[in-house]
């Protein structure tokens, strides 16, 4: 997997770290720009909207300074922030531009170690065994085909921790974890949408048929796997579209995924940030807001009405009962 940038921009302190002297020789052809700050570079927050798929193809480098953990409790226990926030690919309703506004661009923080040690100490502290959410904030996949964070990782978790991470992604380039020795301490899970969504919103991920096929490969490879149904989007033929998705998922996975992957369900939550960005950067790309089948949740976000959302999950749950039966849903949100 080539993720391709422009160019690079960087806190001097990250120089000092192992990976981002690897990093620094692995772009060396790239033209690099010293920061003070990785959370506000004043030429990015200034551009504009329109200018969106132009800041994601910019790498940033930098050391993380925040390490707070956030309770959690649907299949983790804690959400952690790890290597990475923001992301390269362009999903139209991404929840970190909520975050970043059209500063979502990958950020690469180079003191993995310091990161997992915490991690590790307090998978030993916790009084039963934890799950750590690493991946909440960026496509782990997609960082580790930049950093190899995610074999560092897994195989040092698995030696020296307790209890398990967890990410997702929607990303197939699994091969470099297939081998590892993972101990069945790390949950992977993918991330899926009828292709017809993959393509025109989720713009510059996997297609449907390489995720199904890196879901079954990681389940042969012994990693719990999981599966999300994320985020359900109400486009006005979601029924056909969604009822094809499941048609196409109880074909295309493996007989050991059926048999022990769960199913998580989340409804898609927009907002005017995304509004006002997908306007002016892809002035082509289907309308998600829809009026007549959202509402405000506060703060500049919208959701689906709860009729509209109780006739989604209804549906959803009929269909899987029917075509996946031995795959339990979590939950639906």
């Known amino acids: 997997m080539n993720v391709h940038f422009d160019a690079v921009y960087y806190e001097p302190a990250a120089l000092q770290y192992p990976l981002g002297k690897t990093l620094r ?3 060396a052809h790239l033209p690099w720009f010293e920061i003070e700050n990785h959370n506000r570079i004043e030429e990015f927050t200034s551009s504009e909207n329109k200018d969106f798929p132009k800041l994601k193809s910019h790498l940033i480098v930098g050391v993380r300074k925040t390490h707070k953990y956030v309770p959690n409790h649907k299949v983790s226990n804690w959400l952690v922030p790890y290597t990475s926030s923001g992301c390269r690919a362009m999903c139209l309703y991404c929840y970190l531009v909520c975050n970043y506004n059209k500063c979502a661009y990958l950020r690469l923080f180079v003191n993995r170690e310091q990161m997992l040690n915490k991690i590790i100490r307090k998978s030993h502290e916790a009084p039963t065994a934890e799950t750590f959410e690493i991946g909440s904030n960026s ?7 930049v950093t190899d964070n995610l074999t560092y990782t897994i195989e040092r978790f698995a030696r020296e921790g ?7 992604t929607k990303f197939d380039a699994v091969e470099p974890l297939l081998s590892l020795d993972h101990r069945g301490s790390t949950i992977f899970r993918m991330s899926v949408n009828p292709e017809d969504i993959i393509r025109r919103i989720e713009i510059g991920t996997s297609p449907l048929t390489g995720r199904i096929q890196a879901l079954n ?7 719990p796997v999981g599966l999300l149904i994320a985020p359900v989007i109400l486009l006005p033929d979601w029924q056909r579209l969604y009822g094809e998705l499941i048609d196409i998922l109880s074909v295309g996975l493996s007989e050991k995924v059926r048999q022990s992957a769960f199913i998580e369900i989340i409804l898609m939550t927009y907002s005017y940030i995304h509004n006002a960005i997908n306007t002016e950067a892809f002035p082509n790309a289907a309308p998600l807001l829809d009026r007549e089948t959202m509402t405000g949740r ?6 689906y009405k709860n009729e509209e959302r109780a006739q989604a999950e209804a549906f959803l749950r009929e269909k899987l009962a029917q075509r996946l039966p031995d795959m339990p849903i ?4």
């Open 298 to 303: 506060g703060r500049g976000k919208y959701w």
């Open 139 to 145: 496509d782990l996949i997609l960082e580790n085909a």
């Open 162 to 168: 307790r209890g398990r991470l967890t990410f997702p």
């Open 217 to 223: 490969a990681m389940a042969e490879a012994g990693y």
């Open 25 to 27: 020789e692995k772009y």
């Open 330 to 333: 979590l939950y639906c949100v």
